[in-house]
């Protein structure tokens, strides 16, 4: 739309998008950029101090949630279902990090990472697809790692529930294509970005493996750099973009920088 000789479309214009994980990091950044492109944003978030305070000060509204229970999905689902809006984006970002090696991990660390980082994300598909197709499609963005495509022992459980993550994200697309429904979804694969849960980790973990990611430190990215490319997959601009793996890596999944 042109505007007086100014070109005014924002690129989510009055689309409904949920961001889980919303209260800080990548999830707050890729947030703040949906409102400023027109979007209504809900945030969720296990944390409700960092969840109402990041949506306050950026324009969004935030909605309590632990990703890893169906039933905090179901009561995410009925809150749509009472804004009588649809759903036009949803953003699976939220997750957690454990360093661990195949032999240290344990089964408890295992699945208790399973279930935030793989399982949240079926539960977000699974309980949220259907209203977006309903709604007329939309956009599904997983937040998956350059893990998911690498070796990666210092991250044993991280790296494999991101890769579910990634073979979801296929199922999901290839299923919504047959369908028809208008539902695309992608993940999106950064190395190392700038956040507290790359600094939080390194205080805890063992010496040799915390050298090996201390390595990477030069190459984290910023928040804001991996949200340009949410953005772009959440709105109508990557319309024919659906399965696609996104890396946000500059080139570590093809050659790792710190080696
Ligand atoms: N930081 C990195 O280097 C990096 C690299 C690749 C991929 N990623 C991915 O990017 C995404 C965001 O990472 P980040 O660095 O911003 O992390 P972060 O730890 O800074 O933020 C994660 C947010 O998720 C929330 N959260 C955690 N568990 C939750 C749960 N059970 N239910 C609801 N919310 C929960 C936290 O409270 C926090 O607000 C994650 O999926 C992460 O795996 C991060």
């Known amino acids: 739309m042109v505007d007086g000789g100014v070109y005014m479309s924002l690129r989510v214009q009055n689309k409904l998008a949920v961001v889980t994980g919303g209260g800080r990091g990548v999830g707050r950044a890729i947030a703040e950029r949906l409102v400023a492109e027109g979007a209504k944003v809900i945030i969720t978030d296990i944390n409700a101090a960092a969840g109402k305070s990041t949506a306050t000060a950026i324009g969004a ?124 979804c992608n993940s999106v694969h950064p190395d190392g970005i700038n956040t507290d849960m790359v600094r939080e980790i390194a205080g805890v973990m063992q010496p040799l493996a915390r050298e090996a990611a201390m390595r990477s430190v030069p190459f984290l990215c910023e928040p804001q750099a991996v949200a340009n490319v949410l953005l772009f997959l959440a709105s109508d601009d990557s319309l024919h973009v659906n399965g696609a793996a996104i890396c946000v890596d500059n080139t570590a999944t093809i050659h790792p920088p710190y080696i």
């Open 61 to 184: 509204t935030f909605f309590r949630q632990d990703v890893s229970l169906q039933a905090d999905w179901l009561a995410l689902r009925q809150h749509l279902e009472k804004l009588d809006q649809g759903l036009d984006i949803l953003i699976n970002n939220a997750a957690i990090l454990r360093s661990a090696d195949p032999l240290t991990e344990t089964l408890a660390g295992w699945q208790a990472l399973m279930r935030v980082n793989a399982e949240s994300v079926f539960l977000g598909v699974n309980t949220l697809l259907a209203m977006m197709a309903a709604s007329g499609g939309g956009s599904i963005v997983n937040m998956s790692s350059s893990s998911a495509l690498m070796g990666m022992p210092q991250f044993t459980a991280y790296a494999a529930a991101k890769a579910a993550v990634r073979s979801l994200t296929m199922s999901t697309a290839v299923y919504c294509k047959q369908a028809g429904n208008g539902v695309r």
